[in-house]
């Protein structure tokens, strides 16, 4: 249900975090799912890095619901190795 809400170009929250068919966005500031290179969660939050591997944000992990989901949801847009730039 949520795939498809995001295929249509719906906007769907995780607390405060929000994913949307062009990317994610977080505090007023957007990451486009072509610039977004992978997440981890270190230290209590969920930690968003783009294609450089610059950190994006780091989410505090009490600020988002439905974790195990949103995780799965950034591991599909997640880059494969063949497709990170070296």
């Known amino acids: 249900l949520v795939e498809a809400e995001l295929a249509q170009g719906k906007s769907v929250e995780f607390g405060s975090l929000t994913l949307a068919g062009s990317g994610i966005s977080y505090a007023n500031r957007q990451l486009f799912w072509d610039d977004f290179g992978k997440m981890a969660i270190e230290r209590g939050a969920l930690r968003l890095y783009d294609r450089q591997l610059v950190e994006w944000a780091a989410v505090p ?26």
């Open 61 to 86: 992990l009490a600020e988002l619901d439905n974790l195990m989901l949103l995780v799965n949801l950034l591991r599909d847009h997640q880059p494969t190795p063949e497709s990170t730039p070296a």
